[in-house]
Each structure stands twice: as C-alpha cells, then as structure tokens.
C-alpha cells in the first residue's frame, strides 16, 4: 500500500535560514509526488510535483525537491526562508485506483520563520 | 481558465440541520474530489465524484452525501449536523479517466468554512 510520512509535524527556522522538510513515501510503483501549501484560512495550493520527469523539481516561491528513488524521499527545500513562508506544507503521493488516481496525504509539517 | 470556485465561503448552522455547499470545477476537469479539514488537522478525503457517479469514499457516514452534476459542478451535503462537523471543507477538482494525463494532481478551492453551533 503506498503511503506518505512527513517528518517534524513542527519545523521552525531563522528568516534566511535554510528550509528543509521531510517526505518519505512507499510505494510499488513509480509515484507521482506533490508538495502543496496551506496559508492561514486558505485552500491548498500546488507548490511542485514530480511526474517522472527530471528529479530535481524547481516549483513557486523559490521552493524545489529531490525525488530520490534510493531513499523513497522527496524532501522540500528552500535556501533561504522568507517570513511569508510561514504555512503548512504537506506531501502527497498519487495512488492508481481504477480509471482515476487519488491522492494519499502526509500529516502535514507547520512552518514557523523567526525574525 | 477559471479555477475552483466554492460557495459560501463561510457558514453557522447549529446541530441538527442541513447544509449544501457547492463547487464549481476548473474549466476541462471531469471530477470532483471533497475532502473535510478540521482546524490543526490535514485534509481527510471526503469522496470524489467522476462523471457524475461517486467513485470512492473515506470513512464518513451516509450523512455526507454528494452531487456531481453534467457541467461536473459538485455539491456536498450534509445532514443532522454535529459539532464535530465544524471544520474547513474543501473542493478539489481534476481531470482524470482512461486516455487522460492525469498524474492525480488536484486544484483548490479556497474552501466552505463550517460552524456548528
């Protein structure tokens, strides 16, 4: 069965520190994977998504991730954290069901930035 | 292109009545995915509609009921509301099926928030 872990349900950094937050995956398949954010009071917005393309996956805002195969991950990154970064972001694997596909969630990791 | 478009944006009701919100997909999108959203929490799957059947459930009760209409417009109803029903709820449309390039990536509404009273 696939399914998703996000790593840290809390991460806090310094404003222009570097953003890292964990998504580890299982799946018998090759995934498509997706990371989303979530602003206060707001819907869900796509952030990138890896759909068997280059593993190095460059999405808004400055953010990227890695689809690394070896380690099941696909880590969310940004070199330097803004205030307005400050969101839930949550990993999401794409599971094959029938005709369709549907999306299985992590937990979601809440990002703090500090002044 | 329109994106999702969800109404109404916020709502009270109190315990035990009914409630109806309403989705409109993204332009060239066949389905509808719901999903419940309590404060603090991730989204829990709802159900999703495709061509206007149900096509797959999460663990609510037959209370939460769903509409997929020709225009692949999307209602959620919700009956004998409960306290625990308060939550943010949100619509998701996709375009999916057989022959399509779906990859499963889901467009956002900005969400019906719900108070139950």
């Known amino acids: 069965a696939q399914s998703v872990t996000q790593l840290g349900s809390h991460v806090s950094v310094s404003e222009g520190a570097l953003v890292l937050l964990r998504c580890n995956y299982s799946?018998?398949?090759?995934?498509?994977l997706f990371w989303y954010v979530q602003y206060p009071n707001q819907g869900l917005q796509l952030l990138l998504k890896?759909?068997?393309?280059a593993t190095l996956v460059k999405g808004i805002n400055g953010f990227e991730a890695e689809f690394k195969k070896s380690e099941t991950s696909f880590h969310l990154t940004k070199p330097s954290a803004h205030m307005s970064d400050a969101a839930e972001y949550f990993c999401?694997?794409?599971?094959?069901?029938?005709?369709?596909?549907?999306?299985?969630w992590g937990l979601g990791t809440s990002l703090a930035v500090n002044p | 292109e329109t994106g999702v478009t969800q109404s109404p944006t916020h709502l009270i009701k109190t315990r035990g009545q009914q409630v109806t919100l309403r989705c409109s997909s993204q332009?060239?999108?066949?389905?509808v995915s719901w999903y419940q959203q309590a404060l603090g929490q991730g989204p829990q799957f709802i159900f999703q509609?495709?061509?206007?059947?149900?096509?797959g459930r999460g663990n609510f009760p037959p209370r939460f009921s769903g509409l997929q209409f020709p225009n692949y417009s999307s209602e959620l109803n919700v009956n004998a509301l409960e306290l625990d029903d308060s939550a943010l709820y949100l619509c998701?449309?996709?375009?999916?099926?057989?022959?399509?390039?779906?990859?499963?990536?889901?467009?956002f509404g900005e969400g019906s928030r719900l108070t139950v009273l």
């Open positions: 998701a449309s996709s375009l999916e099926g057989l022959g399509s390039l779906g990859t499963g990536e889901l467009f």
């Open positions: 332009s060239g999108h066949n389905t």
């Open positions: 509609y495709y061509r206007e059947e149900e096509n």
């Open positions: 799946s018998s398949v090759p995934p498509y």
């Open positions: 890896y759909t068997s393309a």
């Open positions: 999401a694997v794409s599971l094959n069901a029938g005709n369709n596909r549907k999306l299985i």
